[in-house]
């Protein structure tokens, strides 16, 4: 078999991505997928025998670039305090990617408890596991209030999720200004959420 190109590798998941999120897994076929790219469903079979593994690659792309920018923001960063902060403006972004991956993300947790018995592991579990880490070293360092990292974890980040992919009807309801403060004060919520509800000074950030 001969292996698939780089490029045509990558136009595939980005188009793949694109369809899995709108659509979630189970409604988005190989004819789809083929369709969008102008491939034939045995020339897109040629490089991927299953929808499955499409899919499984999506996924492990759309988790490459979560934790590429997981890293860059934690290497950035001076503590737990900026970190916590750093990923909650990034998952503010109005960025097309995140959307689109956020949107993705949401679809597998849909999706995947249809799975579950055939599923390994959960890929978006070491993200979860870093995000609980820089709590738990907060809360040793006696930055963090004693909440239960991973529920808090799911809190916030289910706030963001919902927003992010509210992102596009939002664009479409509101002019321009109106919709960059909708961005703007829910960044400034979010924000206050975390400060009222997890730092123990609230004058450290």
Known sequence: MNKISHSTRELLLQAAEVLFAERGFYGVSITDIANELTLTKQGLLHHFPTKEKIYLAVLEEAVTYLDGHMSAIIEQAEGPIEQIFGICEFFSTVEDRLICVSRLLVRELLDNPKR???????????????????????????????VHAMAFIFQILGAQQYFIISLPTLKKMHDPEAFQSH?????????????KTLLLDNELH
């Open 116 to 146: 579950a018995k055939q599923s390994r592991k959960w890929l978006l579990a070491p993200f979860l596991s870093t995000v609980e880490t820089i709590l738990i070293n907060g809360q040793k360092q006696g930055l963090f209030a004693p």
């Open 183 to 195: 961005v703007d004060n829910h960044i400034k919520e979010t924000k206050r959420i975390i400060e």
